[in-house]
């Protein structure tokens, strides 16, 4: 899988969007996107994943650069409960048995 | 809610003794995956099991060992236990042998003394 990188922390603005930056520049044309969240000693959450198309639901929206060597995930109007640790991971879709889980981003949203 | 439970919540214990955790998976789901996650190692994959079955290793200590029970719950035992293995243990569940999503538990915290 390839590896990523992001910042180590950001702070966003109740009520404002939130654009958490990925790196993956070693990324393979099979691989995909994926992005789960950990809020404070909870289980890992999955948000979405994409390929090269930007994607969205109801949770976030993935934005993938056309040379795909980086990813935003924007959360549009972010609230205190989306605090938490914001992890990027690339891998083949439905081929591998693990998540490689990096360091991630710890967002702080702030009143 | 992922649909996934752990038990116990919390388990503390001392050094050299064994545990067991157990995962129940959510409704359907067959495979069956346990992480670790310490402070200085961060999330770290164990083990997986599909429908029963061993289907992959990680970074597992020959201490440690799992199962997978014919109605798919999963039980993580933890044997002669060192302090280094106080850690949150997540299990988590996914209908495929491979898939795209992971729904984890709320995870069980054990601390070795």
């Known amino acids: 899988d390839a590896k990523t990188t992001q910042p180590t922390s950001m702070d966003c603005a109740e009520g404002r969007a939130a654009n958490l930056p990925c790196n993956h520049s070693?990324?393979?044309?099979?691989?995909?996107v994926y992005w789960y969240r950990q809020i404070h000693s909870q289980g890992p959450q999955y948000i979405i994943h994409g390929l090269k198309n930007n994607e969205t639901n109801e949770m976030a929206s993935l934005i993938i650069t056309e040379d795909r060597k980086s990813s935003t995930l924007i959360l549009p109007h972010a609230t205190l409960r989306d605090t938490a640790v914001y992890y990027c991971?690339?891998?083949?879709?439905?081929?591998?048995?693990?998540?490689?889980f990096g360091k991630g981003t710890l967002l702080t949203v702030n009143p | 809610d992922s649909g996934v439970t752990q038990t116990p919540k919390h388990l503390i214990t001392a050094t050299g003794q064994r545990v067991t955790l157990r995962c129940s998976p959510r409704?359907?789901?067959?495979?069956v995956y346990w992480y670790q996650q310490s402070l200085d190692q961060g999330l770290q994959f164990l083990i997986q099991y599909y429908n029963g079955e061993e289907r992959a290793k990680g970074n597992i200590l020959e201490r440690f060992s799992a199962q997978q029970f014919p109605d798919l719950h999963s039980e993580l035992n933890l044997s002669s236990l060192e302090l280094g293995d106080s850690a949150l243990y997540f299990c988590?569940?996914?209908?495929?042998?491979?898939?795209?999503?992971?729904?984890f538990g709320p995870g069980t915290r054990l601390t070795v003394l």
């Open positions: 070693t990324i393979s044309g099979n691989e995909y």
């Open positions: 988590a569940s996914s209908l495929a042998y491979s898939s795209d999503t992971q729904y």
């Open positions: 991971i690339v891998r083949v879709e439905s081929s591998n048995y693990k998540l490689t």
């Open positions: 409704s359907g789901d067959l495979s």
